[in-house]
């Protein structure tokens, strides 16, 4: 049976990291990317991740039989079980299904297919039952029923169920706006929208300051050139103040999208996809 490697353990070309200062040392066109894009954008720059990617042998000896296409021992075979489990339960403690290397670029059509653990959450849908009838469930007005698939959080760390809660919220907000639009209006709710744009300012004053030891006053002439026009106005420094106030206030978010913020927008995709095939 062929066995199929982490990617962690994959050829690919080192990503170098980019210069805040310049947008363009950046992917192209960020407000374009996937939410699940975003999520690993933020999580590579997790130091805990990085300690761990860099903890990987990735010239694992066993992976010497898939070089040269010779049979692979017990031993080998042994051995790459238990680094496939470790890597498993190291990706699970940060929310994916399998370990990717922070080094790795983003590749769309690899890490869209369920490669976080909040997008094992499901909506229950009826099962068809051996007499070809459908099974029912039954549900209340305003009642949603989910599945959680808890074989993908065995050995797993705190993350990774968390990262399934966050997907089961965004459900359940989707499910809400829906609800929402049949009741009064004083009764409406709403879930915050999740800006791109912003997510950007913070991907870079993150590398700015945490990676770069940037000045503010630097990073602010950087980042938010737009609220620092005319630099000889009598209002200058109060503006450069204001500016500092922001910055400490994008950090904060910043921070906390590292530190597992990035985990709430992994299912933000899979609501977007869901509610383009509602009927309108």
């Given at each position: 049976?062929?066995?199929?490697?982490?990617?962690?353990?994959?050829?690919?070309?080192?990503?170098?990291?980019?210069?805040?200062?310049?947008?363009?040392?950046?992917?192209?066109?960020?407000?374009?990317?996937?939410?699940?894009?975003?999520?690993w954008e933020f999580l590579r720059r997790n130091p805990d991740y990085w300690q761990e990617c860099n903890g990987v042998d990735v010239?694992?000896?066993?992976?010497a039989p898939f070089r040269t296409g010779k049979p692979m021992s017990v031993t080998l075979h042994g051995a790459m079980s238990r680094d496939r489990k470790r890597n498993a339960e190291i990706a699970n403690k940060f929310g994916r299904c399998e370990l990717?290397?922070?080094?790795?670029?983003?590749?769309?059509?690899?890490?869209?297919?369920?490669?976080?653990?909040?997008?094992?959450?499901?909506?229950?849908?009826p099962r068809r039952?051996?007499?070809?009838?459908?099974?029912?469930?039954?549900?209340?007005?305003?009642?949603?029923?989910?599945?959680?698939?808890?074989?993908?959080?065995?050995?797993?760390?705190?993350?990774?169920?968390?990262?399934m809660l966050a997907h089961a919220k965004q459900i359940l907000d989707r499910e809400l706006e829906?609800?929402?639009?049949?009741?009064?209006?004083?009764?409406?709710?709403?879930s915050p929208k999740v800006h791109r744009a912003k997510l950007f300012v913070w991907l870079r004053l993150y590398d700015a300051i945490e990676y770069a030891k940037?000045?503010?006053?630097?990073?602010?002439?950087?980042l938010y050139k737009s609220r620092l026009v005319d630099e000889g106005s009598e209002d200058f420094q109060h503006r450069m103040d204001e500016a500092?106030?922001?910055?400490?206030?994008?950090?904060?978010?910043?921070?906390?999208?590292v530190d597992g913020g990035y985990l709430e927008l992994v299912p933000l995709d899979s609501l977007?996809?869901?509610?383009?095939?509602?009927?309108?």
């Open positions: 049976m062929e066995a199929s490697l982490d990617s962690i353990y994959r050829g690919f070309k080192k990503q170098p990291r980019p210069n805040w200062k310049d947008e363009r040392s950046y992917p192209s066109e960020p407000e374009k990317w996937s939410y699940r894009r975003w999520a010239k694992a000896t066993w992976l990717k290397s922070c080094w790795e670029a983003y590749r769309e059509e690899e890490d869209r297919e369920r490669m976080w653990l909040s997008e094992t959450v499901t909506q229950a849908k039952r051996s007499d070809g009838n459908m099974a029912q469930m039954e549900l209340q007005r305003g009642q949603v029923a989910l599945i959680f698939d808890l074989n993908h959080c065995l050995r797993s760390g705190k993350a990774a169920k968390s990262s829906i609800y929402d639009s049949q009741l009064p209006a004083e009764l409406q709710s709403s940037a000045e503010r006053g630097e990073v602010a002439k950087v500092g106030k922001r910055i400490s206030a994008d950090l904060i978010r910043a921070r906390e999208m977007q996809e869901r509610s383009s095939r509602l009927p309108r």
